[in-house]
């Protein structure tokens, strides 16, 4: 680590690294040897979180990647589970720890990389909570371990310590100097808060809060096997309790893994928050009509789209490997569907008619089109990290793309269905009338149009966008 010292601030004490930069230059201190850090330690999660973190800030990877990439087959359940929390705290924290950052050492930035984002998580997890997950002192005294084990930290362990320990000792200050900055506000970058304030001058404030809550776990009941009540009940005697939400939407009191949910391996029921369910009824399907699923991956509407109506389903994406999410989920709910229904996937852009259509039309078209996720901020809190200022403007305009060579593919009477999971006006209503403006043919028919997250953050849905249009029969 090169540059200065943090500021303490007057009269507080000197950091302790400024003690250490006190050795003669002539006396270099010896090289200690790394820390030897075992599984177990909180320190070994920490520095793998803080290393998904630098790929996701850093390198621009999603964090599920990032994850992906820092955790091997060799580590614990228990310690992927406690790397994803840490990594997925520490971006949600990061608009403030990045401020806080700022203000402590005074530079805009830290090298390497990983010193900033293991500071930044420090930092994070010390900014003051109603439900601490850590004591403060086993935050400083793990985190200060984690540089002591690594090779690119081990010259910035005194920095870390110093501003943590820093920010311990007079907490409300340091919380107040960084709540001037709205980044730190909301823990967001400060465009993304300028661009959702100036777009929802009403709602924003409560969109910027929503996405620093933690997301409720719902579930799709599928109809083919029972109602949402039936399946709450059911609950119930295996002592999980839940709520009804939504026509086929059962909320759960607590989150919990996949693999105690009853009939989830069987299909009877799918993970899906309750504003994505809206979509596949919206299409209204019929048994045997011929329908598309322009953009499947991971397949959550499509499952949807199978319990409606036996359909045959063509289930496109351009990620193949993504198609695999899609394929995993149609078998899982295979089982379930009986009579007549038909299913095919395959790789290619939407927009490239002559790789992937046959010429025969559609009954109805799912649009869920690539999209800058902004809906679904507090389910995936790298999102805004991974955007840039004109992501949307970019996206809008392949979003454009894939609807006019869709909307060649449908029946007359056909009935297309726009999604997206976002909350930017341009891919939303700005989108759905540029298309109504563009095609003559195309009648807006009711749909829930933006769905804004509500109050109730429990049960508030993700942002998301639908408009359906019918194509009108040449007269
Ligand atoms: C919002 S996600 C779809 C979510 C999915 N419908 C579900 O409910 O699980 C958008 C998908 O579009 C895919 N995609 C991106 N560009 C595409 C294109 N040009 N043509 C088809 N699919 C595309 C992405 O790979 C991604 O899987």
Known sequence: MSGRPPQGRPGRGRPENQRTSDRPRSAPAPTAPLLRLQETDLAYSLLLAAKAMTAVLHHGRSLDQALTQNLGNEQSFAVRGAVRDLATTGIRQWGRAQVLIQILTQKPGLNPPLLETTLGLGLGLL??????????????????????????????????????????????????????????????????????????????????????????????????????????????????????????????????????????????VSVQDSAAQLAAPLLDLQDGQRVLDACAAPGGKTGHLLELANIDLLALDSSESRLNRVADNVERIAPTLDGDWRFNMKAAKAEALEDWWDGTPFDAVLADVPCTGSGVVRRHPDIPWLRRPDDSANLSRIQHTILDALWSTLKPNGTLLLVTCSIFREEGPLLAKAFTEKHADAVQLDAPGVVHPTADAAVSPDGFFFAKFRKRAQS
């Not at 005294?141 to 110093?162: H, S």
């Not at 997301?215 to 399946?231: D, E, F, H, K, T």
């Open 127 to 268: 900014w003051p909570s109603d439900a601490p997950k850590y004591p403060s002192h086993t935050v400083v005294n793990q985190l200060v371990n984690a540089c002591a084990a690594e090779p690119t930290l081990v010259a910035g362990k005194g920095l870390v310590n110093a501003c943590l320990r820093n920010f311990l000792r007079d907490t409300p200050h340091w919380v107040d100097q960084a709540l001037k900055n709205p980044q730190a506000r909301w823990s967001l970058p400060a465009w993304w808060v300028r661009k959702v304030m100036d777009q929802h001058p009403i709602q924003g404030e409560a969109l910027l809060s929503q996405a620093a809550q933690h997301p409720p776990m719902v579930l799709r009941v599928n109809s083919r096997i029972g109602s949402a009540q039936q399946y709450v009940d059911y609950l119930a005697e295996k002592d999980l309790s839940a709520r009804v939400i939504g026509p086929q939407a059962v909320l759960l009191d607590q989150p919990c893994s996949v693999d105690v949910l009853p009939g989830f391996a069987q299909g009877e």
